[in-house]
C-alpha cells in the first residue's frame, strides 16, 4: 500500500530549510542550532517577564509549576516507553 501523505511547510519552515541546506559541517548545524535556541529562549523570558508584570504569573504559580514538572520527570523516567 502507497502512502500519499504530504508535508505541508509553513514560511518558517521552509526559510530554516534553506538555511540549512547552506551549512556543510556539524560545527555549522550546531552553531544554528545554538542561535536558534537562544532566540527561542529570549522569546520565552520575554512572555515569562510580560505574564508576571500582567500578574498572570506569580511566585506560588511557579512553584505550582515546578511541582508539576518534578512529578512529570518522575512519571517519566519511570515509565516503560519500550512497552508503546
Known amino acids: 500500500m502507497e502512502n500519499n501523505t504530504h508535508t505541508v511547510f509553513n514560511a518558517a519552515q521552509l526559510k530554516m530549510l ?9 560545527e555549522e ?3 544554528l542550532q545554538q542561535v536558534v535556541s537562544d532566540y527561542l529562549a529570549k522569546l520565552l523570558h520575554g512572555e515569562i517577564d510580560r505574564l508576571w508584570e500582567e ?3 506569580s511566585e506560588e504559580k511557579v512553584e505550582s509549576l515546578e511541582l ?16 508503546h
Do not use: Q, V
Open 18 to 26: 534553506n538555511m540549512m541546506a547552506m551549512l556543510k559541517t556539524k
Open 29 to 31: 548545524i550546531d552553531g
Open 55 to 57: 500578574g498572570e504569573l
Open 68 to 83: 508539576s514538572m518534578s512529578a512529570h520527570t518522575i512519571i517519566s523516567n519511570n515509565y516503560d516507553w519500550s512497552e
